[in-house]
């Protein structure tokens, strides 16, 4: 089978990596493309299984140009804003704000006041808008992008972006015949994202929980939503450690005659940098002031978000005994 896979960016590389080299490995042909090749994550397409007589790396693939782009643009922003007035999200203004800024169009600014909708009222706009969404014409320029493949299947992740592009590759491999679907890629694209505003031949989850979200909240047909695990973390069945506690411990520069213990950073969305670190540093200074000496005498391992490490970069945390920040800079996880 020939698979064209088409993703956001090559940062999903590391939610599916070992999906494609299994199935790259029994048999199948793959073709991987992005709609943005941006550089602010350090992954490349280029460097997965090299050389690989299966495998081909169409790069970035054509954007959905002209008027009619524009206007699929501002509408999917539009669906991934009116999802979150529905009533299960009225206390969640920070996805309502995160959508507002990035992609509702300027017209309907004016929703930004709202909180919620009836759930009777936010599904009947959103079947107007899929409606809407089903009569922006197919981009002639992507629907060639697809035919030229000339694939058995196409799977898009993660769709669920704000204003996806991933939503024109889906109806172009309709159009076209050909089976699409959409790999949901981690564990909060249902609830947190945008939506799943497009007919789907299949969509993959990880678990019952995602099912349920994706038949609640975005409207797909439980008989087309297929459960097969966590992909990402497959590979951790398969691992041992790498080094010994002694090599670790002088490697990131702590003691190995006590107990660390690990604080994981979070992403700018979730915590702005300079706060994490302001944070971080009233944290430890009550930690090292804890009445108990083996708490207050603990190793400390700061590890910074991969893509929300800048702020970090500098830090002296000398001050707060055996602590490190490892790894200091951008790393791909």
């Not at 709609?35 to 994550?41: G, N, S």
């Not at 009225?90 to 509702?104: E, G």
């Not at 944290?283 to 702020?311: C, E």
Request: with cysteine; proline share 8%; charged share 20%.
């Amino acid at each position: 089978m020939k698979i064209l896979f088409v993703m956001e960016t090559p940062e999903y590389l590391r939610f599916f990596d070992s999906t494609f080299s299994y199935l790259l490995d029994h048999g199948h042909a793959l073709v991987l493309a992005v709609t943005e090749d941006k550089q602010k994550k350090p992954v490349r397409l280029e460097r997965f299984e090299e050389g690989h007589p299966s495998l081909t790396i169409a790069g970035v693939a054509p954007p959905h140009e002209g008027i009619w782009g524009e206007i699929a643009k501002g509408l999917r922003g539009t669906v991934d804003y009116v999802r979150f007035l529905h009533p299960d999200y009225r206390h969640a203004p920070a996805l309502r704000n995160r959508m507002k800024r990035k992609v509702l169009p300027v017209a309907f600014q004016p929703l930004g006041l709202v909180t919620s909708w009836p759930e009777p009222v936010v599904a009947s706009a959103l079947r107007f808008l899929s409606a809407c969404e089903t009569a922006v014409p197919v981009s002639p320029g992507i629907r060639d992008f697809v035919a030229g493949h000339q694939p058995d299947a196409v799977w898009v992740t993660p769709l669920v972006d704000a204003a996806s592009a991933e939503v024109d590759f889906v109806k172009a491999a309709r159009s076209l015949g050909i089976p699409a679907g959409v790999c949901v890629a981690s564990w909060d694209n249902l609830t947190n994202k945008g939506l799943l505003r497009t007919q789907l031949d299949r969509v993959t989850v990880w678990n019952e929980r995602q099912r349920d979200e994706a038949v609640r909240y975005h409207g797909i047909a439980a008989d087309k939503v297929v459960a097969t695990g966590a992909q990402p973390f497959d590979r951790w069945f398969e691992r041992g450690p790498s080094t010994d506690r002694q090599s670790f411990c002088r490697m990131v520069g702590l003691p190995a005659d006590r107990p660390f213990i690990v604080f994981t950073g979070s992403s700018g969305f979730i915590s702005e940098g300079q706060a994490e670190v302001a944070f971080v540093r009233r944290w430890l200074a009550a930690l090292r002031g804890a009445p108990d000496s083996r708490i207050a005498h603990l190793g400390v391992v700061v590890r910074p978000h991969p893509y929300n490490g800048a702020a970090w970069e500098g830090q002296d945390l000398s001050g707060f005994g055996p602590t490190t920040v490892w790894p200091r800079g951008r790393y791909n996880p």
